[in-house]
């Protein structure tokens, strides 16, 4: 029997909109703690995590979504490798950040990667489950 090829996918809008919202968030706090480390923040460190939030929606936003959509639509479903997906996110976060914050967007590229994949994979494992038995394919 044949899967029917609009069946939706499970955690797909989940996914997108994790991929819109938590970039600039994790950028943010990235920095954020990057900066309190160097001694280089203000003397409310949540002031600078607002700025710098606020600067990665201006800079990253339309990024945040076009990302997303490639990762979810053309990334996840091709590429079978963790690693690999993990690579192409951190690519991606990184050309994201360009070219205020290409740190941020490195370390946010990695934790997206890893929290993107690692939803998409529980999700996956939710889809393959036997109605019958219970048992996972």
Known sequence: MTESISQPVPG????ILMGIFFP???AST???LFFMLLGDSDPAPQDDFFKLLILAYMTSGI????????TEFVINPKVKNNTLFVVYCTILGTLSGFPFMVPGGFVTGIIMGVLLRWHYLSHANVKNVDDQSGSLH
């Open 12 to 15: 797909r809008l989940t996914r």
């Open 30 to 32: 990235v920095l954020t």
């Open 63 to 70: 990024q945040s979504i076009i990302s997303s959509l490639l």
């Open 24 to 26: 600039a968030v994790i």
